[in-house]
């Protein structure tokens, strides 16, 4: 049995963390209104992209490094576009961002990029 390398299991806390912040974003910033659908969506929405990128890291993962680089772009690519269209708040976005550069850092060592490579079905 392999021991899974440390950057590995930080970069699927750090998926689990944002999905949680988005979680927590929908409770803190939920507004009954008409557009209140949209807002609920988007935050939805990211946790869901955060969360796969937390099984994106996991043994047996769906994902090769180099798509699980791409779904992480993604992923801060949305934060940036919920951002810009305000539905997502500011605060919470540069957190979410942060969370997003944090995740892409972990993907950059050598020894992420060969498990993940590894450790596919």
Excluded: H
């Amino acid at each position: 049995m392999e021991t899974v390398p440390r950057i590995v299991k930080i970069g699927c806390a750090l998926g689990f963390i944002g999905g949680i912040i988005c979680m927590i974003g929908l409770a803190l910033f939920f507004e009954v209104e008409d557009s209140a659908l949209a807002n609920m969506g988007a935050y939805m929405l990211i946790a869901v992209m955060f969360f796969a990128l937390a099984g994106g890291f996991a043994k047996g993962g769906q994902w090769s490094w180099n798509v699980l680089l791409l779904m992480t772009f993604l992923t801060i690519a949305a934060v940036g576009c919920s951002v810009i269209f305000e539905v997502l708040d500011v605060n919470v976005g540069i957190i979410l961002v942060a969370v997003g550069a944090l995740i892409v850092a972990s993907l950059s060592m050598p020894s992420s990029k060969t498990w993940t490579n590894r450790m596919r079905f």
